[in-house]
């Protein structure tokens, strides 16, 4: 395979993670659970989901992209 198809499926793996998991997560987060333990858990869920993101954009991670 070519370097600019790697890349290409490469970018089209990320951005249809983030339109599903991202964009599911990131809807979940727009209202503030009421308790001081549910914030702390969508902030840690945040986190988690941040730092995946993150690291999908790094060459040679393609494992990050499941989930468990």
Do not use: N
């Not at 070519?2 to 990131?26: D, F, I, N, P, Y």
């Not at 902030?43 to 040679?60: D, I, N, R, S």
């Amino acid at each position: 395979m070519k370097q600019g198809s790697r890349e290409e499926g490469r970018l089209c793996e990320v951005v249809a993670w983030l339109l599903g998991r991202g964009e599911e997560t990131l809807a979940r987060h727009q209202t503030l659970a009421d308790t001081l333990t549910g914030i702390t858990r969508q902030e840690a869920e945040f986190h988690k989901f941040y730092t995946v993101a993150t690291c999908l954009q790094l060459p040679g991670k393609p494992d990050l992209i499941r989930e468990d």
